[in-house]
C-alpha cells in the first residue's frame, strides 16, 4: 500500500464533501478517546449544515496548517470551541463555521457494528463523558493501559 501525504488526503477529502459527497475515513490518533480508536475504527463524514454544528457534534474541520477530527464542546455565533474526547486537560481549539469540512454522522467499528452519531446513545455517551471531567485523565489512563494489554494479547 502506498501512503499519501496527509494534506493530499484531506484536500482530497475536502473537496468531495464540497462537491456533496459522504467520506468514510479511518481514525487516526489518541485525541478521541475512548470513543474514537486509532486503526480500529472508521467515520462517515458528510458535508455540515450549520444547524448540525452544535455542542456534542464531532466534525473534520481546519486548524491552521492541519484537519482534526474533534468535538464542538461550544458555539457562539460563529464561533466554535472544540476538544478531543481524550483530552483531559483543558485543550480547545478555536474555529470558526467556515472551518469546519464534515460532519461525523456514523461510526464503524472493526467489528462491522456501525452506530449514528446522531443517535440517542451516542449523545448519552458524550453527556456522560462530559460530566466525568474531573476523572478523564485517569479514566483515559486506565482505557489507555486496558487498551494496550489487550493489544499485546493478540
Not at 4 to 31: D, K, M, Q
Not at 105 to 114: A, C
Amino acid at each position: 500500500m502506498k501512503a499519501i501525504p496527509n494534506i493530499l488526503f484531506f484536500e482530497e477529502v475536502e473537496r468531495c464533501l464540497t462537491a456533496g459527497e459522504h467520506v468514510t475515513i479511518w481514525v487516526r490518533g489518541e485525541s478521541m478517546r475512548p470513543f474514537l480508536r486509532s486503526g480500529r475504527d472508521r467515520v462517515e463524514i458528510a458535508p455540515a449544515t450549520d444547524e448540525e454544528l452544535m455542542p456534542g457534534r464531532v466534525v473534520l474541520f481546519r486548524y491552521g496548517p492541519v484537519w482534526l477530527l474533534h468535538r464542538i464542546v461550544a458555539r457562539c455565533d460563529d464561533r466554535l470551541t472544540l476538544q478531543g474526547d481524550g483530552n483531559y486537560r483543558t485543550t480547545f481549539e478555536r474555529a470558526t463555521v467556515a472551518d469546519v469540512v464534515g460532519v461525523v454522522t456514523r461510526v464503524i467499528r472493526s467489528s462491522g457494528r456501525t452506530m449514528e452519531a446522531d443517535s440517542a446513545s451516542w449523545r448519552q455517551y458524550w453527556c456522560l463523558w462530559r460530566m466525568a471531567n474531573p476523572l478523564r485523565r485517569w479514566l483515559v489512563a486506565l482505557d489507555r493501559r486496558l487498551f494496550r494489554t489487550r493489544s499485546a494479547e493478540k
